[in-house]
């Protein structure tokens, strides 16, 4: 039965996507959501993406975009209420947040994206460039200007705790 199938698919897949996408949220509670909207709008597709090749790709490219797009939206919140304090408060739902996704966190959304893709999902950059409808150029470029902003932040962290 159809319906049975994407119960499977859901069950098998659900815990990678979160925490694919925590990676580039941050918080693994917008995660889960991010990721529940994906599979509601998988539903009603559910007979054609089950014949893919890759279902999972196809769920975690809109899961991607929708991280994105939350994204977006949170930064035009912000510049739209910039004269309002902003309290540094931790999302207690998220638990501890380690050295890598701290530095993850400091990245850029598109580069995130690149570097989750790339090192996270095993994709080569090529699937990055089709996955985000960028050049391969600009996937290379971003994970190179990663790798040297990352490996920065890490050694700063590093001597913090050395």
Excluded at 55 to 73: C, I, K, Q, T, Y
Aim: charged share 25%; with cysteine; glycine share 6%.
């Amino acid at each position: 039965m159809e319906t049975e199938g994407l119960r499977d698919f859901y069950r098998a897949y659900q815990p990678r996507l979160v925490g694919v996408i925590s990676l580039l949220t941050g918080s693994r509670a917008e995660a889960e959501d991010i990721v529940q909207e994906a599979f509601v709008r998988l539903v009603p597709r559910w007979q054609k993406v089950s014949r893919y090749d890759s279902p999972e790709a196809w769920v975690r490219l809109v899961a991607v975009r929708l991280a994105a797009n939350r994204h977006r939206d949170g930064n035009r919140f912000r510049q739209l209420f910039h004269r309002l304090p902003a309290e540094q408060v931790a999302d207690p739902a998220d638990g501890y947040t380690g050295d890598l996704e701290q530095a993850l966190a400091g990245l850029p959304m598109p580069t995130r994206q690149a570097v989750v893709l790339h090192y996270v999902c095993d994709l080569s950059v090529a699937q990055v460039a089709d996955a985000l409808g960028i050049a391969e150029g600009t996937v290379k470029s971003r994970l190179s200007r990663a790798r040297d902003t990352l490996s920065a932040s890490l050694l700063l962290r590093s001597d913090d705790h050395a």
